[in-house]
């Protein structure tokens, strides 16, 4: 089989690796450069942010992808040599207004989250600033450096010798046959293929507009910052009115994240920079004293209820989409792609495909 994906971020990355792992010849294109959107630019908390308000939906792709999340940067280190770090550090939320129902939750889950007294929390975390109340404590939620997963995923398909990647390469059209896909067309010429996969993020909607399908997924956009500090500043990670701060293993701290509706504007702004300094120095204000290493912006794909749309395409064959996870890409990428290629091949699927099936969302 010869598959064309469309979009190079961990969603169409992840699909290629899979698909190839399952004998299929793959062409990953990318209109810029390959892990250069959303999932370069987002955090990597291998969790939503706050996993008690979504849908089971979106829970069931989480919890999948987390538990096999350390298996795939194993395998990946073992094969490329360059380590996604996935960093099991734990995660606390500051003052949650719905702290009850989070813990009701994790009851029904399964999933361990606890009440941690304040003093506790500020033993654990002593660069914790002060002023906050309660908290809840989650210790298995890891965060994984999505720039080397990226790197690590890229050097994985580079090695696959039925895998070819375009990068440079803007998707501008679908080849047709009747109702039937049969390639893309692009900047670099025609690339033909039995099946097509849109998993371009915030750039889905656009595509498939030249096929007349409606995709509601948008760009909504987010700023981060980045310090620089000791090894063993921040131990675990740490989330307080919708802003986060997130160690990495060398010291880098990340902090984030805002969210625009701002179209397709990725320019980083002035106001962000001092909304999200002001955050991370009211949740460590030692770093009222670092600098700011980098800040950027990238462009999420916003979906309703931040549901991916996974599946077949409705009235086109051979088009199938893996698109939309909002702010959860990452989180929810190797479900995604499991569930994407077991549908592709007609295997039994790991996971319900009911949820996020495109033929009954989009019609």
Known sequence: MQSVIVGAGVIGMLSAYRLAQAGSDVVLLESGSTGREASWAGGGIV??????????????????????YPQLGEQLREQTGVDPEVHRTGLYWLDLDDQDQALAWARQHGRELLAV???????AVPA???????AVYMPDVANVRNPRLLQALHAALLALPNVRLLENCQATGFLLEGSRVVGVRTSQGEQRADQVVVAAGAWSAELLATLDLALPVKPMKGQMILYKCAEDFLPSMVLAKRRYAIPRKDGHILVGSTLEDVGFDKQPTADALASLKKTAEQLLPALADAQVVKHWAGLRPGSPDGIPYIGAAPGVEGLWLNCGHFRNGLVLAPASCRLLVDLMLGQAPTIDPAPYAPATRLA
Do not use: C, I, K, N
């Open 47 to 68: 969790s939503p942010l706050y996993p008690w308000r979504y849908s089971e939906a979106v829970t069931a792709l989480a919890h999948w992808s987390q538990d096999f």
């Open 117 to 123: 007294p304040m003093d506790e929390v500020h033993r």
């Open 128 to 134: 914790l600033g002060a002023g906050f109340s309660r």
